[in-house]
């Protein structure tokens, strides 16, 4: 529970820092209606209706059914653990006699454009809040969760940091398990079959949806995009195979890319066109992480990388290289060299957040990336994975 007792931690020193006096996180039917900050908070999606209320006085509170009321007792981070028995009137009652108790003037709610681990309050939960303001008489300012999140959800702890490693080293394994099984002939279905069935072996969960998990392209004939894998493109020579894979592994997630080419008669070594791509992606990774350290904004680094793409002989990006992850593999709404979040969210870096890298450069032979994952630090960013220090071959 040390890293949800951290992330309840931080969140209240952010509405100190931001003066806001209350925030209610409200979800029902977890498993299908999803509110990313209870994922963040309880053990398992719980099916409620289920509440938890920060206050900036350090007050805590989880209110939830009977049914489930016990694992959020055993929890122990919670001050006040609530019984509800009246399904939606029961919480609507209980949050009026909180706001009352507490007597709040900004109340911060789940609602985001920008960022959708701020945006988990359904319409339903909205309208069980507004008359719980009602009835507890409360006058005062309702505004958005989304600054507050960056804080409890990406100011990462060591110990959040260390499972993200983990979950991405094992990942790292399994490209190298299943190298030397990448052949000739395979289609990306077989692709997908081979990196599940080593997922599965050692029961890892999965960062996306499995029906999608590893997406990979094969030369120009397949998307590009995250579409399920072809069943009928083939491994061919002067292919570049492109697998984009990520797993669960105890509540953390990976997400990484790793490029192949499939030699032809006669090559020893990839095309020059294919490996000049995949050097400059490495420099501009390089720029990108060194540079990735707490305060500098998200939208700085575009420069960065632009310097290595002109450097390399390619045109200037506009920015996107990556995306935040940690609960799953799309964690956020920053993106490394963009500050397209704001106004709304501050896109400036904290030490601990997590990203990936993943520009990409589309060849005549295919789609090359090396999508890395890193921590912000104090004076740089810190790889989490292991660098691809070579294009991986396809020799038959």
Not at 54 to 75: K, R
Not at 105 to 114: G, M, T
Not at 133 to 138: H, L, M, Q, T, V
Not at 198 to 206: E, N
Request: charged share 25%.
């Amino acid at each position: 529970m040390l890293i949800i007792k951290q992330r309840i931690a931080r969140g209240i020193e952010a509405m100190r820092a931001q003066d806001v006096d209350m925030w209610i996180a409200l979800g029902r039917d977890l498993p299908h209606k999803g509110e990313p900050m209870l994922n963040y908070l309880l053990t398992y999606p719980m099916s409620g209706p289920v509440a938890v209320v920060l206050c900036a006085n350090g007050a805590t509170y989880a209110i939830n059914s009977p049914m489930e009321i016990e694992e959020i007792e055993s929890m122990g981070t919670y001050e006040h653990v609530i019984a509800n028995t009246e399904g939606y009137a029961g919480i609507k009652k209980t949050i009026a006699d909180i706001v009352r108790a507490e007597q709040p003037d900004r109340i911060a709610l789940n609602y985001s454009e920008k960022d959708p681990t701020a945006d988990g309050l359904s319409l339903t939960c909205y309208r069980v809040l507004c008359d719980a303001f009602r009835i507890a008489g409360f006058q005062g300012e309702t505004l958005s969760s989304q600054m507050l999140m960056k804080y409890l959800r990406a100011n990462r702890s060591p110990e959040e940091i260390a499972r993200i490693r983990a979950a991405v080293q094992q990942s790292m394994a399994i490209y190298q398990q299943a190298r030397p099984h990448m052949r000739l002939g395979m289609s990306g279905i077989d692709i997908q079959r081979l990196f599940q069935s080593l997922a599965d072996a050692h029961g890892f969960g999965y960062s996306w949806p499995k029906y999608g998990n590893p997406f990979n392209s094969i030369g120009t004939r397949s998307s590009y995009l995250c579409k399920r894998p072809a069943a009928d493109v083939f491994i061919e020579p002067g292919n570049v195979v492109n697998v984009d894979f990520g797993i669960i592994v105890d509540g953390a997630s990976s997400d990484n890319q790793r490029t192949f080419y499939a030699l032809r008669p006669g090559e020893s070594a990839p095309p020059d066109e294919v490996q000049r791509a995949f050097n400059a992606l490495g420099d501009v990774n390089r720029a990108l992480y060194e540079h990735m350290r707490a305060g500098v904004g998200s939208g700085e680094l575009l420069e960065y990388a632009n310097a290595e793409f002109r450097r390399h002989g390619y045109p200037e990006r506009r920015g996107g290289f990556g995306h935040e992850i940690g609960f799953l593999a799309h964690d956020g709404a920053l993106s490394p060299g963009s500050s397209a979040c704001e106004p709304e969210i501050d896109s400036t870096l904290l030490e601990g957040m997590t990203f990936t890298l993943e520009p990409a450069i589309i060849t005549s032979h295919g789609r090359v990336c090396r999508e890395e994952v890193v921590a912000v630090g104090k004076e740089r960013g810190e790889l989490l994975s292991t660098l691809q220090d070579e294009i991986w071959l396809i020799r038959d």
